[in-house]
């Protein structure tokens, strides 16, 4: 009988819902302190999920959740790319 992978969950930091993790985009605090999407899920660093909506990154925002989940300040650049990346997937 073939074993039957598991497929990872994880929360998203705005409305908490769990999902996916391939449903969810990662934001990640590399060791050097930049902050980046990882499209790939598999950058080294502290991570923070959250709902391919843009709903959720407005909420995640204004409550700064992404900040305080990475323990770092979310520079505007990362914020854009984010915006774009979510408007373009709404289309």
């Known amino acids: 009988m073939p074993r039957v992978k598991k ?5 998203c930091v705005a409305c908490r819902q769990i999902k996916d993790k391939k449903e969810l985009i990662r934001v ?7 902050v980046e999407v990882d499209p790939t899920g ?3 660093g502290r ?3 959250i709902c391919r909506d843009l709903n959720c990154l407005e909420t995640a925002l204004a409550g700064r959740h992404l900040q305080r989940a ?10 854009e790319g984010l915006k774009q990346m979510l408007m ?3 289309n």
């Open 7 to 11: 497929v990872p969950k994880r929360i």
């Open 28 to 34: 990640v605090r590399t060791p050097d302190r930049a």
């Open 42 to 44: 598999k950058k080294s």
């Open 47 to 49: 991570g923070a999920y």
């Open 70 to 79: 990475l323990n770092t300040e979310l520079p505007s650049e990362v914020i």
């Open 88 to 90: 373009g997937e709404s």
